[in-house]
């Protein structure tokens, strides 16, 4: 139980458009998933907080605009990269928040989309 | 503040025992996790104390002190597929988690 997917799980492509990541929450339902960055060799930085059926936060010093995140069901959220850049290039990682398991965990984390715009 | 600091590299021996630190400002702390990471792979919960005292989960043990605002990841019998980052982290309002920068392992034949 408890399983998160990610898809696609890697993704090329140009500078200037647009990706979509998407983050499954596959046996349970979540009203709150969280999208993470991470550079390589560095740690995982919050981006936003995503509740279903409402607006998204965004940490500090992330772009709302640049990164829009809509979580239409409590099964599914995205992630969408508009125009994307090199410097967006990352590795990008959501998590679902479900019920605590043995040993006190409660955020399920997907396998994790790499990106590289050209 | 709600940072964590833990060493970024640590060496160890393959069957050795190794210990990560991981110090945290107190500011709003429900509690202590720690996540694995191989290279290319999302992280994979290990561990999480709430409490003061030792977790132990087969080679892998958690240990937190409140009052020291400190806790450490304990493996034991280390094997070569034991070479990762491994993070502290914290959840803060909302429940969202915050890692430490990452402690990268690495483990000698």
């Known amino acids: 139980g408890a399983v998160v997917s990610q898809h696609p799980s890697w993704v090329i492509c140009k500078s200037g458009t647009s990706v979509k990541i998407e983050c499954r929450s596959l046996?349970?339902?979540?009203?709150?998933m969280f999208w993470y960055r991470q550079f390589p060799k560095q740690s995982l930085m919050l981006m936003a907080t995503s509740n279903e059926g409402s607006k998204a936060t965004y940490e500090q010093g992330v772009e709302k605009d640049k990164f829009l995140i809509n979580h239409a069901s409590l099964t599914l959220s995205t992630l969408t990269v508009t125009s994307a850049h090199p410097e967006d290039s990352s590795f990008y990682i959501c998590s679902a928040d479900g019920l605590a398991a043995r040993g006190g965990e409660t955020q399920y984390f997907g396998p994790g989309t790499r990106l590289l715009v050209l | 503040g709600q940072s964590l600091e833990q060493p970024s590299e640590v060496t160890a021996v393959e069957g050795a025992i190794v210990q990560i630190n991981c110090t945290y400002q107190?500011?709003?702390?429900?509690?202590l996790s720690w996540y694995q990471q191989h290279d290319g792979g999302a992280p994979t919960f290990l561990s999480y104390n709430a409490l003061d005292g030792l977790e132990e989960t087969g080679r892998f043990s958690s240990f937190l002190s409140r009052s020291d605002s400190y806790g450490y990841l304990l493996l034991q019998e280390l094997q070569m597929k034991d070479s990762a980052s491994y993070f502290c982290a914290r959840k803060v309002g909302d429940d969202k988690i915050i890692f430490g920068k990452g402690t990268r392992l690495h483990i000698l034949p």
């Open positions: 046996d349970f339902q979540a009203t709150t």
């Open positions: 107190t500011s709003g702390f429900y509690g």
